[in-house]
């Protein structure tokens, strides 16, 4: 169904280029070889796994427990995700088993118990809590992507050390460590209690994975115990150059078709759409706001890896009746009562249709007469290489050499139930 009121859209593909070839499995196995030595045979070493999506998590996990029995250990699973997955056992087994962690599949014992042990005090004076699984084992080995934090910017983000202090934190962690941040701020705090847990916990070592553009796993590094802070610094380097972005620096509105926690702490990627997770300003006047400007921002769908968990989705402007429906509330408010951010998970206005969120979010742009507006959708914050762009945007695109174009100019495509169209089925 087509609606000519609304721009005409076309189908473009982000030149991204492909990195060279990477063998993941032995990768990791030289890799391991950096913490190898540390397991006594016949111990018992939890591996900590998280709740973000990451390409091949299943992979390199089972690659993981391969080395540690290898080794001579004997490996579990803990998450370590601090309050998600409702901050309970189950929630949080349930998030590992929808990226396939289960102990099926791993061949290995998932020890999800919150119960947690204070450890001392941070150098900051912050008390420091740890899963009392991970205290109980022989080894601790962490598993993590590393990348730009969603909350803050500094020289570690999302990685390793965040692990330790909020997801081997389980739910206390995860609450100390945002009342500490609210008053001496993220970077501190996060490196006060990781190095707190690194310096009692058995901590070995952590697998640190580095992501490309097309969301691919481009490099696996193991940081053995000492070098966890340090190396995590040059890795962020790295990760923040192999991100990927959006293509035009102003978008009228921005559509996006899911968000979750597998996509990003945040359900969106705040470093990719231009909009901080604590807030945002719903002024149409750019001013000295940096790239990527998104004036409107409308979200479709949670992704079914969330199990309702909407928190990010305060940060959009309009959403879908359904998507309102399919929200978890306790899950949510938990996850964002624990990080201190009560904004994060307000429901935005929201419409029966897609077709009635755009013809209303495109309204709301005030445009002058005669203006077409600048619309661009993609699949989620991690999926970057398709995309479609309105008619304002064809020119800029046709003479680009990092954009190629995929179709011409076609109506916004709507099925029956005046819904969007898949991505690019224009």
Known sequence: MMNRDLPRMFCLRQNFLPGPPFHLGAAVASEFAKIRHRIVPGGRIAVAVGSRGITNLISIVAEVLLQIRAAGGDPFIIPAMGSHGGATPEGQTSVLATYGITEAAMRAPILSSLEVREIGMSRDGIPVYCSAEALNADGIVLVNRVKPHTDFKGAIGSGLLKMCAVGLGKRMGATVLHAAASRIGFEKSIRGIASKIIETAPVLGGIAVLEGRMHETCRVVVLPREDMESGEDALLEEALGLMPKLPFDEIDLLIVDRMGKNISGSGMDPNVIGRDGSGYSASLIRGSRPAPFVKRLFIRDLTPETHGNAVGLGIADFT??????????????????????????????HFDTDREVVEEAIASLAMASGEAPRVVRIADTLSLTILEASEALWLEASRRGDLILESGLREMGFQGDGNLLPLCAL
């Open 320 to 349: 879908t009746t359904r998507l309102s429906r399919a929200v978890d509330l306790r899950s949510t408010y938990l996850n964002a009562l624990t990080a201190l951010a009560p904004q994060s998970a307000k429901i935005p206005i």
